[in-house]
């Protein structure tokens, strides 16, 4: 409970969300692929999710609640980034190093 409570806070979510907890009529996300990215079998190919979509359509909780099951049920390491979080990572790290590129 310790360490998934240390990994939960260095995904720095932006609030505790779950699949049980989406409104699935209340938004146009297609339930199955949902499902199936429940699983995380797309993390074995070291594959990325992205949502795109207006404000308001789930993205987040969706993001969240994906990543709350990674650490909870499969174990996974998990780093939540909004796009602004991401694009100011990124550009800080290009400034740094200059090539934009991730170390290797």
Do not use: C
Not at 31 to 44: G, H, N, P, V, Y
Not at 75 to 80: E, I, L, N
Not at 83 to 91: G, I, K, P, S
Request: overall charge positive.
């Amino acid at each position: 409970m310790r360490s998934i409570a240390h990994q939960m806070k260095s995904a720095r979510f932006p609030m505790h969300r779950d699949l049980a907890g989406f409104d699935f009529a209340v938004s146009q996300v297609d339930r199955a692929l949902i499902r199936k990215l429940e699983d995380l079998s797309f993390t074995q190919d070291a594959q990325n999710v992205v949502w795109i979509s207006g404000p308001g359509t789930g993205k987040t909780h969706l993001a969240t609640a994906l990543g709350i099951s990674g650490l909870t049920r499969h174990a996974k390491r998990v780093r939540f980034y909004s796009t602004v979080d991401l694009v100011n990572a990124l550009e800080q790290e290009k400034s740094q190093e200059g090539s934009g590129q991730p170390r290797q």
